[in-house]
Each structure stands twice: as C-alpha cells, then as structure tokens.
C-alpha cells in the first residue's frame, strides 16, 4: 500500500539528507523542497499535501523561514535545532552528528530525539519512528547544545589538531587510528573510568613538562583549561603542590 507523505523536509543540507536516508530505510514517505531547485510557488503546493513541515535548514534562517509563510498554521513546523527556542513551533533534536556521509539504519534507530514540555512527541510526529525521545525544559536547551557542542566538536577539532602536527614527523591518519579506536571503545564502555594519562596519575611534573611543550601555540590555553576542568571535576581536588594551575583561578 502507498501511503500519502506526511511529511516535507525543507533543505538539502547535511539533516536534510541523513533524515531523508534514514525515512527512506523505514519507509516514510517524505516530501522535499529545496531552495537551491524549487520555487516558492512550489513549496506552498507542497506544504498543502503534507501535515508536517519540517525546517531542516541553518538555526538563523528558521525564524524568517515561518515569517515569511503565515499560510502555514504554526503546529505544523518541526525544527531540528538543538538551541533554538521557538513559541509553537515543535521541536525534535537528533542528537548525534551528520557528516556527508550516510549511515547504516541501526544508527539512525538509536539516535535520541529531544523535544520540549507541550510539544507532540516524535511518536506523534511521525509513528513509524521508535527512536528513544526526551523532553528538555526550554530554559535548559541552551547548555544542553553548549555541552553536545563541547563534546563532539571539540573533541574532532582536538584531534584534527593532533593529526596534522603528527604528520609533520611522518606519523598518518592510519597509525593514529587504534589510539582513537581504543580511546572511544574505553569511553563508550567504561565512561568513568576512561581518562588514562598523567592527568588521572596525578603526574605534575609531566603535566608541567606538556605545558612547556605547548607554549605559545593555540593548544596552549586548551590544555591549562582541560587540567583546570579536570581538577574542577575530582570529589576532592588532587594536590597540586607543584602550582601547575590553581583550579578556583
Ligand atoms: N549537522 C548536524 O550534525 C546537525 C545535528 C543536529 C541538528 N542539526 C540541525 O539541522 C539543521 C540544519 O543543519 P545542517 O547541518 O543540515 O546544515 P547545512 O548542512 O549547512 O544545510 C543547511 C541547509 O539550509 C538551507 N537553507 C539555508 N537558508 C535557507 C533559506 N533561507 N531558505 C531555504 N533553505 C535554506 C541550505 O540551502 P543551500 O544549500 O541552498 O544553501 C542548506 O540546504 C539546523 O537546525 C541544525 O541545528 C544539525
């Protein structure tokens, strides 16, 4: 049986094709319009065939996006956006990263969408969907996304970083791979008790010697703030007698 599209994805960005990927694998029909191909005439005749419209395009232009069609009753919008807050608008976060490329469906399945108080859950937005869901007050959003910010992007950026200084001494992408395969593999099956290194040995006089290393180059001020989130982090903060960096500075 073919069934009528529920929904129009609006984009064709990195979400826009991951999702399209992932409604296809589960076989939800689905809509698109881009404005790279479609006309505004075009999208209005497709939001009239669709119950939702989902707005998979860059945070700034989602707002603008609904101004500039009133004809859109405003319970039919769903944004993606991990911090944008938007009165009546629904909203379901996919927590995870789209990069250009695809994935297999038992990621898409596991990803957790993040919705907000009042708003349809994912169940009711899209039934075919049995991915976990949450609900998040909309005060809380905005260091929610801080901290998926914290933790993914910045932990690539570290290790594109490490990556290209290594390969100025001949070291590849490839030869750094079961470092970060096993730095990961420890993290996912044993969160607590990951950190290795002389952080977690309490080893000042190495710590000190890092610093050295990295003074005056962008890392520098990376490194004292990671020592400083680390000692901010203990039950009861090492002693740090060597003075490396005073965690209430
Ligand atoms: N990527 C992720 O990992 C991720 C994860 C969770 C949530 N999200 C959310 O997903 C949404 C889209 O992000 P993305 O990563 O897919 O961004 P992206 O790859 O940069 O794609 C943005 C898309 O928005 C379109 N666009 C921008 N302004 C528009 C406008 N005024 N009218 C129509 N289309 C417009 C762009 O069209 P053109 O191609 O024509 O420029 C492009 O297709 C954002 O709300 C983001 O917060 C992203």
């Given at each position: 049986?073919?069934h009528?599209?529920?929904?129009l994805?609006?984009?064709?960005g ?8 992932y409604f296809t694998?589960?076989q ?11 006309t505004?005439?075009e999208?209005?005749?497709?939001a009239?065939?669709a ?6 395009i860059?945070?700034?232009?989602i707002s603008?996006f ?6 859109i ?10 911090c ?5 608008i ?16 038992d ?7 993040v ?9 009711t937005v ?5 991915n ?5 007050a909309?005060?809380d ?6 901290l998926?910010?914290a933790?993914?992007n910045f932990?690539?950026l570290?290790w594109q970083?490490?990556a290209?200084e290594f390969?100025k001494w001949?070291?590849s992408?490839?030869?750094l791979l079961?470092y970060?395969?096993v730095?990961m593999?420890n993290l996912a099956?044993?969160?607590t008790?990951a950190l290795?290194g002389?952080l977690?040995r309490?080893d000042?006089?190495t710590?000190?010697?890092?610093q050295a290393?990295l003074?005056?180059t962008?890392l ?6 990671f ?7 203990q039950p009861?903060p090492?002693?740090n007698?060597?003075g490396v960096?005073?965690a209430?500075?």
């Open positions: 049986m073919v009528q599209p529920s929904h994805f609006v984009g064709s990195r979400l826009a094709k991951h999702l399209h990927h694998l589960k939800v029909p689905v809509l698109q319009w881009s404005r790279r191909q479609d505004d005439r999208f209005r005749e497709l009239n065939q119950q939702w419209v989902w707005l998979l860059s945070d700034s232009e603008p609904i101004e500039a069609h009133p004809e009753e405003r319970h039919r919008w769903v944004h993606c956006s991990g944008l807050v938007l009165p009546e629904t909203s379901l976060h996919p927590l995870m990263s789209f990069a250009n490329e695809l994935y297999p469906l990621i898409y399945s596991r990803m957790l969408f919705g907000e108080p009042g708003h349809p859950p994912l169940a899209c039934p075919e969907l049995d976990p869901f949450r609900r998040l909309p005060e959003k905005a260091r929610y996304h801080a998926c910010v933790a993914n932990s690539v570290l970083t490490a290209r390969l001949g070291i992408w490839q030869e079961p970060l395969e730095t593999n099956t044993h969160p008790t290795t002389p977690s309490g000042w006089p710590i000190e010697r890092n290393a003074a005056g962008p520098a001020p990376v490194y004292d703030s020592v400083k989130l680390f000692l901010l982090s009861q090492k002693e007698t060597r960096i005073d209430n500075a």
